[in-house]
C-alpha cells in the first residue's frame, strides 16, 4: 500500500482500493474505504469536529495517525490496528500473508472484503479479532434480554419494535460507530467481530477512545448530535390507550383526571382519527371542533398529541398528488401496495426533502394550526408488510442500501417544521430511530410488544442500550402493548412496569388492552367509526390497589422533576443518557460491568426493579458509598450486595448520599 499525507488524513492506495484514515473529533478517527475511483462524499450521520492533536508520520513499512488518545498503525499490506494510550484496543482480522497475526495466513482472508454485486455496488464485511475479555453494550433496541452482546448477532435493520443504531461501546475503553445505513448484520463473536453491509459503495466508520464511557459517548454524540432541552410541561403523566375514538372521549378522560387532582402533562389520540390514511387530518363526524377541545385541555395543562403515519391509501385525498410528485415509496417489481392494515397504501418517501415538507405541510394544515403541537410518528420503521428489504427504492438510493436512515429523516420532517414556526419546546413521539435522531427531538418508544415479564425484561436492557447508542429519550407501553386485562397476573405486571417506568425519561401510560369487546361507533363505515379499540387504560382502571400504587409512583416521579430536568440538561449538553449502566456512573468497579438488572437514574438514583413474576424481595449491589433505601430511610454502606424487600407495594431504589 502506497501512503500519503492529505490534511489531517492518511490516504493509502494498493490496486483498486482508497483507504482514508481521518482525525476527526475529540480522540477518535474515521475510517473510509472504497472500491471505486473516489470516495463517495456523504456524512451520514457525522459531522465534522476538529481533531485535538493529530500526529501523522510515514514510513517504508507503516504509517500512524494520532488524534489525542487514539492512534492507527496501517501497515504497508493495509491491515489496521488501533491503539489507547499505547495500548492495543482492536484490530482488524487478517489470515493472509503480511498480517501481523501469528496465526496461520494461508486462508487468505483480510479485513475488509468487497464483494462485486453484478450491474452494481458492492457487498461489504468488516473483521476484526476478537477479545475474550470484552463486553459490548448499546447498538439501539432489540428484543432480547441481553445487555451485554458478546456472543449476540444483531440485524442491522429496523422492524416494529427494533430500533438498529450501530454504535458499540467496548469494556476495553472504546466506542465504534458503522457509519453505513445499510441493511446488514453485526456479529460480536467469540472468533471476531464481524460487520456488514449487504449493499454500499465504500466502507466508513468512526472509532474514539477515551477514559470512561462517559467521555466515550461525549465524544460520539459530539459527533453525531445531542437531544434538545426537552419541554418542562411533558415529564410527568402521559395518557394513551388503543384507541381514544373521538373528542368526547378525550375530553373525558382528561376531565376526570383533572377532577381527581393528578396532573396530566399529555394526552395522545391515536390511529384512525382519520378517514383514510394518508389524509392527515381529523375525521370531522367524531372530532367536531379540534380547536376548541386543544383549547380545553391546555386550560386543564395537558397537552394534545396525534398519532401520524408514514402510510397513504390509495383512495387518500393526497395519493394521486403524492405518487405523481414522485413522494412514495416505490418497489422494484409488481404491485405498489407497501403496507395493508386497513388499506391498499404505500409509504411516504423520508428520504425526499420534497416529501417531509409535504407531509409537514399537511400536519401543519390540519393539527399544527388548531393547537396540537406534539406528534407521534407511528410506523416509523418504515413497517411492511413483508420485511424484503430489497424489494423497496427510496430517493435516496435502494432500501437495502440507504433504508436504515428512514425513521432519522421521518422525525427531521417534524422537527424542521416545528422549528420553522418558531418553536423550540419540540418533542415527538417515534417508534424507530438511527444514529443521529436525538437531534430531531426524538423519544423513541419501544414499539407494540408483549405484556409479559419476559418482555420486561427485554425493554430493560433495551433502554439502557439505547441511551449507549445515543438515544437519551426512550420510553417502552407501561403494561406492555398486547395484553389481556382478564389475565390474572396482568394487573401484577402493569404495577411492576409502573414502577420502573417511574424512573424513565418518560412516563406513559399505553397498550391495547384487550378482549376487545367495546363495539365500533357504527358498522360499515369508512373510517374511524369502523375500527376496534381496546379496554379503558387509565390510573383507576385496574382497581384501586393498583391505583394508589401507580399514583404513589406518580407522585414520587413529581417530587423529582426538579432533578429530572438536570438530566435532561446533561443530556443536552454531554449526550449522557437518563437510563444509565451501573458501569457508565462507577467504571471503575468491575463488579458494575456484569450487572444486568438494575441501572442508575441519573448519577443519584440507584433503582432495582421487579423484572419477574412473584419477586417480593431482590439482590442489590451497592456500589462504594453511601445509600439511603428511600422506601424506609435506612441507609447502607456500599461496595456489597444486601438484599432488599420488594413487595408490590414498592420496588427498591436507593439514593447517593455520599460519594466514596
Known sequence: MIFYENDNAIIGRNENETL????????????????????????????????????????????????GRIKAVITKFGQITFFKDGCMILNEYYRAFGSTSKHSPCMKIKAREFKPIVGGDYSLTLRFESNEHEKFFGMGQYQHPNLDLKGCILELAQRNSQASIPFALSSLGYGFLWNNPAIGNTTFGANYTEWKAEVTDQMD??????????????????????????????????QCKLRYRTQQEVLDVAREYHKRGIPLDVIVIDFFHWIRQGDWSFDPKYWPDPKGMVEELHKMGTRCMVSIWPTVDKNSVNYQEMRE?????????????????????????ATNPEAREFIWNKAKQNY???????????????????????????????????GNIYPKLHSKAFYDGMTS??????????????????KYAALVWSGDINSTFESLRDQFAAGLNMG????????????????????EHFTELLIRWFQYAAFCPVLRMHGDRGPHTIEPLEENTIGGGFCFTGQPNELWSFGDKAYCIMKKYL????????????????????????LRT????????????TIKDQYMFGAKYLVAPVLYQGITSREVYLPEGKWRNINDNVVYEGKRIIRANAPLEFIPVFELIQHT
Open 20 to 67: 482514508r484514515v481521518e482525525a476527526w473529533g475529540n480522540n477518535a478517527l474515521r475510517v473510509q474505504s472504497t472500491m471505486y475511483p473516489k470516495l463517495n462524499p456523504e456524512d451520514w450521520a457525522l459531522s465534522y469536529i476538529e481533531p485535538t492533536n493529530v500526529n501523522i508520520s510515514i514510513g517504508e513499512d507503516q504509517a500512524e495517525i494520532t488524534n
Open 205 to 238: 466508520y468512526w472509532i474514539t477512545a477515551d477514559e470512561t464511557p462517559k467521555k466515550i459517548i461525549e465524544n460520539y454524540t459530539e459527533v453525531t448530535g445531542r437531544a434538545p432541552i426537552m419541554p418542562d410541561n411533558v415529564m410527568g403523566l402521559w
Open 325 to 349: 410528485k414522485g413522494l412514495l415509496i416505490r418497489t422494484e417489481a409488481g404491485s405498489r401496495q407497501t403496507f395493508d392494515f386497513l388499506g391498499d397504501t404505500q409509504i411516504y418517501d
Open 368 to 402: 399544527y394550526d388548531y393547537g396540537i403541537d406534539l406528534f407521534w410518528l407511528d410506523e416509523a420503521e418504515p413497517e411492511y408488510t413483508a420485511y424484503d428489504f430489497d424489494h423497496y427504492r427510496y430517493y435516496l438510493g435502494p432500501n437495502i442500501k440507504v
Open 421 to 438: 414556526e418558531g418553536r423550540d419546546d419540540i418533542i415527538n413521539l417515534v417508534r424507530c430511530a438511527w444514529v443521529g435522531s436525538q
Open 468 to 487: 449507549i447508542a445515543g438515544i437519551p429519550w426512550w420510553v417502552s407501553d407501561t403494561g406492555g402493548f398486547i395484553s389481556n386485562i382478564e389475565d
Open 555 to 578: 407522585d414520587i416521579r413529581l417530587g423529582l422533576k426538579s432533578y429530572i430536568k438536570d438530566l435532561m440538561t446533561d443530556a443536552h449538553k454531554t449526550g449522557s443518557p437518563i
Open 582 to 593: 451501573m458501569f457508565y456512573e462507577f467504571p471503575e468497579d468491575e463488579y458494575c460491568w
